[in-house]
Each structure stands twice: as structure tokens, then as C-alpha cells.
């Protein structure tokens, strides 16, 4: 049972294009976020929800969009595909902060190639 | 303006010995420190986390120590295994509507050798 899927694992696009990545978490978690790892390897994070709301948001190019249909699911939305959004995305979950330190659970990642 | 910074990309021990891996952070108002360990191919996965307030947390093999007034912390893995190898991330956590915040740094690459 995986506790965080990300679909597609790899994806391969054109410049211009627009695609989407799907995030699904079985934890029963308020929180999810998406998070971008590029070439030099830093892990930044790009998006968070609680409860669908829309809690973080850093400085993102509006090309981004993330959707929360409901609490067990994030999608990353991304319109006119640009070589610099070559990376690997990863989505997370965890329960919604409480003043302790909540584990975030990350899903495999998706590996996104602009060509 | 890395807030969090791993200055040693990589880091090769003995079976058996001691793993020290550091970390350095320059805000001051994080919660909560984490080290996170990831294998190729696969997301990041919790390892153990120290609260701010504290300066030690220790959970079986892995101990996370925090130096406040240095900004600094340390994992140390003790004894080290093969199967520790992987890339260890520091982060920082502050609190926000719910949500928690993770500053990531760069990694450190432990290997360790039979």
C-alpha cells in the first residue's frame, strides 16, 4: 500500500507544452505539498494545502497551478513548459501542524524532461 | 540566502563507526530541525527531528544534537551499516497555517563500506 503515489513517474514534453502531475495520499493527512528538487539538488518547496486551502504559496512562476479537488489529492498543473522546469517534483503529505513536528511522507517523485 | 547549508556534499566511513554528518542554519526563528534520508529513485523519507528547545534527541542508532548559539547541528549514526548509505538532508521547519514550512539543505552523500 503506498502511502503517497505520484503519477507519472517520468514524463518527457516539448517546450511550450502544458502538463500535470497527480498526487494521491492514503494517510488520511490535512496537509500535502509539492516540492521541486532541480539540477544542483536543492529541495525547495513550491506549494502546500490544509484542508484545500491554499497555505503556501512561494515565489512560483503563475504558470504553476496546484489543485486540490479534495483532502487526498494535489495536482500540479504546469502551462507553457519551459527548459528551467526540468526537475524532479515531489509531493508530500502530513497531519496538519500542532505546534509539534509533524513527519511530512513523500511520494517517489516525477521526474519532469523539457525538451 | 541558503538558510540551511550541508558544506560536505559527501562523506565515506568504515562498517561500524562512527557517522557524523553537519549542518549549519542562519534564521534563528525555525521549530524544528529534521534530518531526512533518501535513496535514488525514491522520495525522502523522516529519520529524526529535534525540537528547538532542545539540544539532544537520540532514537536507537541515529542521534540528532543542536547547538543553538553556533547554529549548528549534527546526525551522528552509530554504528555505522552498509545500508545507511544514501543521501541525508538537513531541514528546518517553522510553522504556518497548518502547513509546515521545510528548508532544505543541499545533502550529504554518507557511504559506508564493508
Known amino acids: 500500500d503506498t502511502a503517497v503515489s505520484q503519477t507519472p513517474k517520468y514524463l518527457v514534453t516539448q517546450m511550450g507544452n502544458d502538463k500535470s502531475i497527480k498526487c494521491e495520499q492514503n494517510?488520511?493527512?490535512?496537509?500535502m505539498y509539492w516540492y521541486k528538487q532541480d539540477s544542483k539538488k536543492f529541495l525547495k518547496i513550491m506549494f502546500s494545502?490544509?484542508?484545500?486551502?491554499?497555505?503556501i504559496n512561494e515565489t512560483v512562476p503563475n504558470r504553476f497551478s496546484p489543485k486540490s479537488p479534495d483532502k487526498a489529492h494535489l495536482n500540479l498543473h504546469i502551462n507553457s513548459l519551459e527548459l528551467g522546469d526540468s526537475a524532479v517534483y515531489f509531493c508530500?503529505?502530513?497531519?496538519?501542524?500542532?505546534?509539534?513536528?509533524?513527519?511530512?511522507?513523500f511520494g517517489p517523485g516525477t521526474r519532469l524532461t523539457v525538451l | 540566502d541558503q538558510q540551511v547549508k550541508q558544506n560536505s556534499p559527501s562523506l565515506s566511513v568504515q562498517e561500524g563507526r562512527i557517522s557524523i554528518l553537519n549542518c549549519d542554519y542562519t534564521?534563528?526563528?525555525?521549530?524544528?530541525f529534521l534530518w531526512y534520508k533518501k535513496y535514488p529513485a525514491e522520495g525522502p523519507t523522516f529519520l529524526i527531528s529535534i525540537s528547538s528547545i532542545k539540544d539532544k534527541n537520540e532514537d536507537g542508532r541515529f542521534t540528532v544534537f543542536l547547538n543553538k548559539s553556533a547554529k549548528h547541528l549534527s546526525l551522528h549514526i552509530v554504528p555505522s551499516q552498509p545500508g545507511d548509505s544514501a543521501v541525508y538532508f538537513c531541514?528546518?521547519?517553522?510553522?504556518?497555517?497548518?502547513?509546515?514550512?521545510?528548508?532544505f539543505g543541499k545533502g550529504t552523500k554518507l557511504t559506508v563500506n564493508p
Open positions: 494517510l488520511g493527512h490535512d496537509t
Open positions: 494545502y490544509n484542508n484545500k486551502e491554499l497555505i
Open positions: 508530500a503529505s502530513s497531519q496538519a501542524g500542532t505546534g509539534t513536528y509533524n513527519e511530512q511522507f
Open positions: 534564521n534563528s526563528m525555525f521549530d524544528y
Open positions: 531541514a528546518a521547519s517553522s510553522f504556518l497555517g497548518g502547513s509546515e514550512k521545510l528548508v
